[in-house]
């Protein structure tokens, strides 16, 4: 029987190529936030982590903006990809460590800002990786989370967490923005910016992605079928399974 971490290596290894050339993660109006942010914030010579860097999105916005980045995820093959696409973009700034969220490889106070994108929905311990990001933060570092976030009302959000572990079973929770916002201010990381956007997903891409088995995707699709017209509404459901999320961004502040 395998582990959560397993399933995670399982599902994410075999699709390096997948994310690196997605739409959904190779841009969007999150990337460009998040420069703005670390642009005004941080200096040139500042160390910066990307956790659960995927195929590398965020670490290669962020790296020409701080003098060394850190791009850590589970999988090898993702690193793998994040290296050669670094190569090939001129980021020497970039190095990949292989290491979970809720263990990190890193000494305490090693960074000036500790990011995540897209991948905190995939942590089974989310309480620990938080309390490992401020961990390795130096004191008035900076931490940017962006994530999908869950739906504030319960039968949406029912719908939206069973759609998307059917689609990945990786998937642990979207938490919603007052999970997030409980969490991090209890984890000693204070909110200075909050923003969201809609992300919507094309439906046969984004279970391609994932190479969803056609069982589960038949499921997906009834299961969309059934679902009542608020939840429609809320997800923006379309005739072909497409539908829109929002995507959070916090940008926190570590207090002493
Ligand atoms: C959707 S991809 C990340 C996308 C990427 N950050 C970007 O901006 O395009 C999710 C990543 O999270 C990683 N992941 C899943 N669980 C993790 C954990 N517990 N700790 C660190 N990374 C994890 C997966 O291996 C996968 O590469």
New binding site residues.
């Given amino acids: 029987m395998r582990t959560?971490?397993q399933t995670?290596?399982q599902?994410?290894?075999p699709?390096?190529e997948a994310?690196l050339t997605?739409a959904?993660?190779?841009a969007g109006p999150d990337?460009d936030c998040a420069r703005e942010l670390v642009e005004k914030t941080l200096g040139r010579g500042d160390a910066a982590l990307?956790?659960?860097?995927?195929?590398?999105?965020?670490?290669f916005?962020l790296a020409p903006l701080v003098g060394r980045m850190v791009a850590?995820?589970?999988?090898p093959s993702?690193l793998a990809t994040v290296s050669d696409s670094a190569a090939q973009r001129g980021l020497q700034q970039i190095e990949v460590r292989q290491?979970?969220?809720?263990s990190l490889p890193h000494a305490n106070e090693s960074f000036a800002l500790v990011g995540?994108?897209?991948?905190?929905h995939?942590?089974?311990?989310l309480e620990s990786?938080v309390g490992e990001m401020r961990r390795v933060l130096v004191p008035g570092g900076h931490a940017l989370i962006?994530d999908t976030v869950g739906a504030a009302d319960p039968l949406t959000d029912t719908y939206l967490q069973s759609i998307e572990l059917l689609r990945d079973v990786?998937h642990v929770r979207n938490r919603s923005r007052s999970d997030w916002h409980l969490l991090l201010r209890s984890a000693g990381l204070i909110e200075l910016e909050y923003r969201e956007w809609p992300t919507r997903l094309e439906f046969s891409s984004w279970v391609a992605r994932m190479r969803t088995p056609a069982d589960r995707v038949a499921v997906i699709r009834g299961l969309q079928e059934a679902a009542p017209r608020e939840v429609r509404e809320a997800l923006g459901l379309e005739a072909d399974g497409s539908f829109t999320l929002r995507t959070g961004l916090f940008w926190l502040r570590k207090v002493s």
């Avoid at 850590?72 to 999988?75: F, G, I, K, N, V």
């Avoid at 995540?116 to 905190?120: F, G, I, K, L, Q």
């Avoid at 995939?122 to 311990?125: F, S, T």
Wanted: with cysteine; charged share 20%.
């Fill in positions: 959560h971490e995670v290596q599902q994410f290894d699709r390096a994310y997605s959904v993660h190779s990337l990307d956790i659960g860097c995927g195929a590398g999105h965020l670490a916005a850590l995820d589970p999988s993702m290491g979970n969220a809720e995540t994108r897209y991948s905190a995939h942590w089974r311990r990786a962006i990786s």
